[in-house]
């Protein structure tokens, strides 16, 4: 079964700092995409970052980056030059194509940015 | 807007009442999931529709759970006697199914039993 874990619930980075938010994924299937998704306090999710079983490149948009490392099934996010709006929950998730389109989610790690 | 809407935002129900949630995806998306938020948590998949073909009911946690949509319009979720163990966020998302299937996300629905 696919399973994704984010093991860190609580993390804190100095405004202007890059942070990495951690993501491992479990999935049997070779075709399958990682998303990842900001849930502010107000409850919306965010969609922030895609990042594809064959893509050769890591994801980029903006100042998110997806560090993805197949091998160790790892997608992690890294938020460069952290800005105090980028404090809340963020998601990983995972879609497996070859079955069916649900995310299946993590547990969230909850960021805050300080000044 | 042009984005993902749900009704109520809030709802407040005595437990053993039935809710009925309401969800207007985003014209066009031929794809629409509903997913629970329980305080604190992850969201758990309940039920994903995808054009005329058969829904994928699997995550629906009991069969007090249902969910309808007509064609590609809008989603009703509706929860018959609800116990305390439903209160959660109720969030509804629509997809266009292109190759990234980005999921745009609703503002949610606030089921409170009480």
Same mark, same amino acid.
């Given at each position: 079964?696919?399973?994704?874990?984010?093991?860190?619930?609580?993390?804190?980075?100095?405004?202007?700092?890059?942070?990495?938010?951690?993501?491992?994924?479990?999935?049997?299937?070779?075709?399958?995409?990682?998303?990842?998704?900001?849930?502010?306090?107000?409850?919306?999710?965010?969609?922030?970052?895609?990042?594809?079983?064959?893509?050769?490149?890591?994801?980029?948009?903006?100042?998110?980056?997806?560090?993805?490392?197949?091998?160790?099934?790892?997608?992690?996010?890294?938020?460069?030059?952290?800005?105090?709006?980028?404090?809340?929950?963020?998601?990983?998730?995972?879609?497996?194509?070859?079955?069916?389109?649900?995310?299946?989610?993590?547990?969230?790690?909850?960021?805050?940015?300080?000044? | 807007?042009?984005?993902?809407?749900?009704?109520?935002?809030?709802?407040?129900?005595?437990?053993?009442?039935?809710?009925?949630? =309401?969800?207007?995806?985003?014209? @066009?998306?031929?794809? *629409?999931?509903?997913? =629970?938020?329980?305080?604190?948590? @992850?969201?758990?998949? *309940?039920?994903?529709?995808?054009?005329?073909?058969?829904p994928d009911k699997s995550g629906l946690p009991s069969d007090r759970f249902s969910a309808e949509r007509t064609g590609e319009s809008v989603s009703t979720l509706t929860i018959q006697r609800t116990q305390q163990e439903d209160s959660a966020v109720y969030l509804c998302?629509?997809?266009?199914?292109?190759?990234?299937?980005?999921?745009?996300?609703?503002?949610?629905?606030?089921?409170?039993?009480?």
């Amino acid at each position: 079964a696919q399973k994704i874990t984010q093991t860190q619930p609580g993390m804190f980075v100095q405004e202007k700092e890059a942070v990495t938010l951690d993501c491992t994924y479990d999935t049997s299937d070779p075709s399958y995409g990682l998303f990842w998704y900001k849930q502010p306090s107000s409850g919306e999710m965010i969609f922030l970052i895609y990042q594809g079983s064959y893509d050769q490149q890591n994801a980029t948009e903006g100042r998110y980056s997806l560090n993805f490392q197949k091998a160790r099934k790892s997608a992690n996010l890294v938020i460069s030059a952290s800005q105090l709006g980028d404090s809340a929950m963020y998601f990983c998730a995972m879609r497996d194509y070859e079955s069916t389109d649900k995310l299946i989610f993590g547990t969230g790690t909850r960021l805050q940015v300080f000044p | 807007g042009a984005g993902v809407s749900q009704s109520p935002s809030n709802k407040v129900t005595e437990k053993g009442k039935d809710v009925e949630l =309401r969800c207007d995806p985003i014209s @066009g998306h031929t794809a *629409l999931y509903w997913y =629970r938020q329980r305080l604190g948590q @992850g969201l758990e998949f *309940l039920i994903y529709f995808q054009g005329n073909s058969a829904p994928d009911k699997s995550g629906l946690p009991s069969d007090r759970f249902s969910a309808e949509r007509t064609g590609e319009s809008v989603s009703t979720l509706t929860i018959q006697r609800t116990q305390q163990e439903d209160s959660a966020v109720y969030l509804c998302a629509s997809s266009t199914g292109q190759p990234t299937y980005e999921q745009y996300f609703g503002p949610g629905t606030r089921l409170t039993v009480t």
